[in-house]
């Protein structure tokens, strides 16, 4: 595995490997890897000649009290991983590279989309995600980049910018990678005492719950969003910061009237951990 630190660098390998008509799989991570960016590179190692996996912990995406500096770093482990992954190319530059002029002019916004949900939560956080994806496909210059439904509105925001852009890079979604238990896999979970790894897993019954009512012929989007929320409140020392059920699309709100089909996705503390997690509601004909 090569590892390059330098985006004039990395333009030059991607072109390479374009002029060889090899397609390139990307999957961006901030490191501190597990299962489910795995999920993600095993994907594009299916689909593509080439894949690249970036580790960048961006600092425009944090908040001024969020986990910038404590977010976990471990090259040595993720190196031998990615190795492990068979992958082509570790994209790992410093933060000069990929801002390098400061402080930063230029910004790319996706509107709408971003002012609910996490978006309400953590102000200037899609900014820095919108941003720094644009910087990293410009680097990279992927034909397909991988993204886990784990970050539902993520997922939905880059899609809309890459389109919206004119990026030719297909925005391929991977479903959420699970602990046995349920607990969503994220690099935060490491955060997590015992006791609080166990009450984690109620964040995922209680979206089990409000599907399994659904299923059953609820389609009240008001009594599954109080049934929802209801649940969520009840897990030991989760602080619920939001419980909606949005349309999986425009991520528009559902919060009256009987729905068909729905996202539930919700966010929440745990000490002072944060935790989102979304599950699909769709009606299952058999
Ligand atoms: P992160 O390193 O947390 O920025 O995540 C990098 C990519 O991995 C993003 O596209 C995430 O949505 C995805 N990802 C993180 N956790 C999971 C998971 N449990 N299952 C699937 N994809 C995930």
Redesign the pocket.
Known sequence: MQIITRVKEMQSWSEGVRRAEERIGF???????????A??IEIARKECQRVVVSIFVNPTQFGPREDFHRYPRMPEEDRSLLESLGVDVLFHPPVEEIYPLDPPLTWVEVNKLTDSYCGAFRPGHFRGVTTVVTKLFHAVKPHRA??????YQ??RVVERMTRELLFDIEIVP?????EENGL????RNRYLTPDQLESASGIYQALLKVNEIFQKGERDAERLTKILREELERIPGFRLEYAEIADPDTLIPLEKGPIHRGRILCAGYLGNTRLIDNLPLAIHHT
């Open positions: 999957v961006p991570t901030m490191g501190a890897l597990h299962r489910g960016h999920r993600l991988y993204f886990g439904e784990k970050d993520q997922l991977v479903p959420t990678v699970r969503a896999l994220s690099s």
